[in-house]
């Protein structure tokens, strides 16, 4: 049974870097496209940062450009989203999700929180001074 587990949320002052992880389990990993979302409070989740099965990242959202990076572990099964110069407005709770991609090529470009079966219980990020 696949499950997700989100961690290294906290509050941090404007400036400063964390870096959240996606541990999941059941699953073949390696299988499996793992997409970073948050959603601040009054607002639609959004899309931040997805990989695919292969690697390939996508960015969802222009406000992290250069900011923001998503790798993954394959032996740790963990995804990881590193976050730097964080700004106020990245506050929001943070969510990994999970496609299972069957081994088959599937990209994360134009995907969409439909496109992610699998969430996990997410994890607050808070920037303030």
């Known amino acids: 049974q696949l499950q997700l587990v989100e961690s290294g949320g906290g509050l941090v002052q404007p400036g400063g870097s964390l870096r959240l992880s996606c541990v999941a389990s059941g699953i073949t990993f390696r299988h499996y496209a793992i997409g970073w979302f948050r959603q601040a409070p009054g607002k639609e989740r959004e899309g931040v940062l997805c990989?695919?099965?292969?690697?390939?990242?996508?960015n969802y959202a222009d406000s992290v450009k250069g900011r923001f990076t998503i790798s993954r572990d394959t032996a740790k099964n963990t995804v990881y989203l590193q976050m730097n110069s964080l700004n106020p407005e990245d506050t929001a709770v943070y969510y990994c999700?999970?496609?299972?991609?069957?081994?088959?090529?599937?990209?994360?470009?134009?995907?969409?929180?439909?496109?992610?079966?699998?969430w996990g219980q997410g994890t607050q990020v808070t920037v303030s001074s």
């Open positions: 999700a999970a496609r299972n991609t069957r081994g088959l090529a599937w990209d994360c470009r134009n995907r969409g929180l439909d496109d992610f079966g699998s």
């Open positions: 990989i695919g099965s292969s690697g390939f990242t996508t």
